[in-house]
């Protein structure tokens, strides 16, 4: 169990410029989640997948924004035409069931110059 | 709509108090509850989930307890030590598939 894992850590881009980060879940977790956390704040929810499908996403997620999971192992995550109001850390999380505990990486944080 | 909140905001206590940290949502309404530590510039390390149906989880030194109908959950940590510094996070799961988050407690243990 080599828990979940973020790449890259910290990306620092211009405004306007688009950026991709991948999470690779937990081994045989069919469950990955995407969240956001401002600093002081807790992490809001973001979407949702259980193996490749996309079963819930956030009103939060513009259309800048898209996730995709093919073959429900690895997910990305892109958002076009980054905005200041972007800069947060997206964190990653996996699980085996609804019922059972979210396991989280360690974040990328993004920051809009 | 669901809402979470954790007071207090921040603690300072010295090493070897027992203390607690409260949580309480809106929406008696949840599958679970799951309770997280975060150290600074990191990501979530889950401590202690408590299905709907479970009055306490236990952990080590951690205690977790649920109270679905008055809307509020505690975590007990016993014996606290400064390696305990950090910021705990509780969230809950409702009738969607995501968690939602506090805004956490800001613990430190002076040695």
């Known amino acids: 169990d080599t828990g979940v894992s973020q790449d890259p850590r910290h990306k620092i881009t211009k405004r306007g410029q688009n950026v991709t980060f991948r999470c690779d879940p937990i081994s045989e977790h069919n469950r990955l989640y995407w969240y956001r956390q401002t600093l002081g704040q807790g992490p809001e929810f973001l979407t949702y997948f259980q193996n490749e499908a996309q079963l819930e996403k956030s009103r939060l997620l513009s259309d800048r924004f898209s996730a995709e999971r093919p073959k429900g192992s690895f997910s990305t995550l892109e958002i076009q035409r980054t905005e200041q109001g972007d800069s947060a850390m997206y964190l990653c999380?996996?699980?085996?069931?609804?019922?059972?505990?979210?396991?989280f990486g360690d974040g990328t944080r993004l920051s809009i110059l | 709509k669901q809402e979470v909140t954790q007071i207090p905001a921040a603690l300072s206590v010295p090493e070897g108090e027992n203390l607690v940290l409260n949580c309480s949502f809106t929406d008696s309404a949840i599958y679970n509850l799951q309770w997280f530590r975060q150290d600074p510039g990191k990501g979530l390390t889950s401590l202690l989930l408590?299905?709907?149906?479970?009055r306490e989880q236990t952990s080590g030194r951690l205690n977790a307890s649920l109270d679905k109908s008055s809307g509020r959950s505690t975590l007990y940590i016993a014996a606290s030590q400064p390696g305990d510094s950090a910021t705990y996070l509780c969230?809950?799961?409702?009738?969607?598939?995501?968690?939602?988050f506090g805004s956490g407690t800001r613990l430190l243990v002076r040695p």
């Open positions: 969230a809950v799961r409702d009738s969607s598939y995501k968690l939602i």
């Open positions: 999380a996996s699980s085996t069931g609804d019922n059972q505990p979210q396991h």
């Open positions: 408590i299905q709907s149906s479970q």
